[in-house]
């Protein structure tokens, strides 16, 4: 069968790149391994992970965030199996989503695993062993990431005791004590989600800050919300080993600065130190196409790998590794692809923990504006004085906007806080039309909303707040 379009892989990037070449009149293909389509983010990741967060924050909510309110519950009693299950269906309606667009858009879906036989021809290997071959204009490498492990440390990863993000969505009891190796969104989120279930939960980071790469206010301000609520923090400490230890599990690190080891006992240890691109059995090393030094597939500024008519996107390329990210590089590819002229911004793209508060972040931090030698403006407003957020109790939190001294076009946005994730959206659009901090400030905002901190932070950084 020939295709216009072969995508191996149907993650967000795979799954958005395919649709949306069917729509501009390509005929595609997309090849998956998994047994159902949507990759890490539908299957075992963005997903499944947030419908745990929010159940988990239900729970806690009714047994600590009511009584305030006047609202009187008895304490509620944890079904853990029915909170699985209700993961589980989330999970089965979205994967079942993208079947439903791959048949809407006369896409093709294979199961099995993908490998670029040579340029133009992607053979498939079906779980029976048969294999297929799809002729193929253009092939795109969508395939993704996989658990990275702790650098230089043998972990054995049994997804019970000694977990991934994979195992940690699954658990079936929540643990006594978890240990969580990596304080980045991941095991953040996910630390969250059994913290607020019972676990005690310890976060071990060879940083000396948590979500490496955030702007360094929020981290800290964020630290210390986390810390309110229980999770306990080793910070610039490096893991030297990982063991299973009886029913449970014992963590060793030791200050990178040099010092004494220290040994954590766990029930459970999450093993969040990130992720790497996946590229195994692809064949990539036999048609001649070049990784990076870290192992990513290198592409150019459009895309394509060193060999024509191969593409890359998502994950498995560089860039934040997101979900919205790879979603917008399938769009941009699937334009060029169609003739048309696709592009991603790649100073727009925004990234958000999903705790409770959220944190939301788009555009520059103050750190990396002082390491360019931009000069900028700072304007801050925090949601203590914001009429809802009090209403709702949901004073914890600040938004904080960073312009250009000169100009006051707006470089950044930042915002801990309810609902931030929802809030960062109109900074993002702010940004991509080049919008400075006086027209943000100068957008009527319907009150009372947490939005309104936005326009007030927007309003700090060109003038003054009203509310402060
Ligand atoms: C626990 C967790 C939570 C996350 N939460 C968020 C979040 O809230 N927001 C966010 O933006 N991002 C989140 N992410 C990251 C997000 O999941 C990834 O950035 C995103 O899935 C990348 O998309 P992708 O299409 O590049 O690859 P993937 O989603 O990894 O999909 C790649 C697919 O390719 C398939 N594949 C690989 N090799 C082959 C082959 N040879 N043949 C056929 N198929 C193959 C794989 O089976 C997989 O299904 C989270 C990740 C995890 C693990």
Known sequence: MAYDVVVIGSGPGGYVCA???????????????????????????????????????????????????????????????????????????????????????????????????????????????????????????????????????????????????????????????????????????????????????????????????????????????????????????????????????????????????????????????????????????AVGVALDNRGRVEIDGHFKTNVAGIYAIGDVVKGPMLAHKAEDEGVALAEILAGQHGHVNYDVIPGVVYTQPEVASVGKTEEELKAAGISYKVGKFPFTANGRARAMLATDGFVKILADKDTDRVLGGHIVGLGAGEMIHEIAVLMEFGGSSEDLGRTCHAHPTMSEAVKEAALATFFKPIHM
């Not at 005929?27 to 890490?40: F, L, M, N, Q």
């Not at 499944?48 to 009187?72: C, I, R, T």
């Not at 910070?235 to 963590?251: D, E, F, H, P, Q």
């Open 19 to 285: 649709v949306k070449a069917a729509q501009l009149g390509l005929k595609v293909a997309v090849v998956e391994k998994r047994a159902t389509y949507g990759g890490t983010c539908l299957n075992v990741g963005c997903i499944p992970s947030k419908a745990l967060l929010h159940a988990s924050e239900m729970f806690h909510q009714a047994a600590h965030g009511m009584e305030a309110l006047g609202v009187e519950v008895a304490a509620p009693k944890l079904n853990l199996e029915k909170m699985m299950a209700h993961k589980e269906a989330t999970i089965k309606s979205n994967v079942e989503g993208v079947a439903f667009l791959f048949k809407k858009n006369k896409i093709d879906g294979f199961i099995g695993t993908g490998k670029i036989a040579a340029a133009g021809k992607v053979s498939i290997t079906g779980d029976d062993g048969k294999v297929q071959e799809l002729e193929a204009k253009n092939i795109v490498i969508a395939t993704g990431s996989d658990v990275a492990g702790i650098p230089g440390v043998k972990v054995d990863i049994d997804e019970k005791i000694i977990v991934s993000s994979t195992g940690g969505i699954s658990l079936d009891k929540v643990p006594g004590k978890m240990v969580v190796v990596g304080g980045g969104v991941i095991g953040l989120e996910l630390g969250s989600v059994w913290q607020r279930l019972g676990a005690k939960v310890t976060v071990v980071e060879y940083l000396d800050n948590i979500l490496g790469g955030m702007d360094g206010e929020v981290s800290k301000q964020f630290q210390r919300m986390l810390a309110k609520q229980g999770m306990e923090f080793h910070l610039g400490a490096k893991v030297t080993a990982v063991a299973k230890a009886g029913s449970g599990a014992k963590v060793t690190f030791e200050p990178v600065k040099g010092g004494d080891a220290t040994v954590l006992d766990a029930d459970v240890v999450l093993i969040a130190t990130g992720r790497k691109p996946y590229t195994e059995g692809l064949g990539l090393e």
